[in-house]
């Protein structure tokens, strides 16, 4: 479990949502049950929420299009070795 507390792993602030599934009755029940945990590198995208259609529950979206995860491969051609 210490190695598991020494990941550093957070769970980030969701954008435009604080709730993640609603009785959707008069009582108005709200919780927040679906969560995940990041890295520091996590950090750099930004949750949001599915948009509710005709459930009690909206998932989390998390796009990590934008994320650039470094260089590309190295990439060796044979042919560069024939020319001095």
Not at 37 to 58: A, Q
Request: positive net charge; charged residues 20%.
């Amino acid at each position: 479990m210490q190695d598991f507390n020494d990941s550093n792993l957070r769970d980030p602030n969701l954008l435009n949502a604080l709730f993640t599934w609603s009785n959707l009755t008069a009582g108005a029940l709200y919780k927040r049950v679906d969560r995940f945990l990041c890295s520091v590198i996590g950090k750099l995208v930004s949750p949001s929420f599915v948009t509710r259609h005709s459930s009690d529950h909206c998932p989390i979206e998390l796009d990590t299009s934008k994320l650039k995860w470094g260089l590309g491969p190295f990439r060796f051609k044979n042919t560069w070795l024939e020319h001095p």
